[in-house]
Nanobody, 122 residues
Framework: EVQLVESGGGLVQPGGSLRLSCAVSGFTFSNYAMNWVRQAPGKGLEWVSTINTGGGSTYYADSVKGRFTISRDNAKNTLYLQLNSLKTEDTAMYYC???????????????RGQGTQVTVSS
């Protein structure tokens, strides 16, 4: 059974930092590109970042480029997202996802975790 379990969210002030983790099981982690997506209240799912199988190639949404860093540890079956210089508009539920599909601004997925809440507020 594919399982993805996110952790590390919380309440942080603007300008602060968080590190999200996603522990996976039930599949060969190193065989799959992995993704972070997020959903703000009242909005649709938004792609945030993607990392290839080896971790050597990373991709970011323009809204987070230069502030967020995706990484992975294939030995630990864990995906990470470092969030720096957080803004109030980063407030959302953050999910790690395997096999996402993007069509314009629409994002769908085959597997996703339960999410971890990030709230940026003073």
């Amino acid at each position: 059974e594919v399982q993805l379990v996110e952790s590390g969210g919380g309440l942080v002030q603007p300008g602060g930092s968080l590190r999200l983790s996603c522990a996976v099981s039930g599949f060969t982690f190193s065989n799959y590109a992995m993704n972070w997506v997020r959903q703000a209240p009242g909005k649709g799912l938004e792609w945030v970042s993607t990392i290839n199988t080896g971790g050597g190639s990373t991709y970011y949404a323009d809204s987070v480029k230069g502030r967020f860093t995706i990484s992975r540890d294939n030995a630990k079956n864990t995906l990470y997202l470092q969030l720096n210089s957080l803004k109030t508009e980063d407030t959302a539920m953050y999910y790690c996802a395997r096999e996402i599909y993007r069509a314009g601004s629409t994002v769908t997925y085959n597997y996703r975790g339960q999410g971890t809440q990030v709230t940026v507020s003073s």
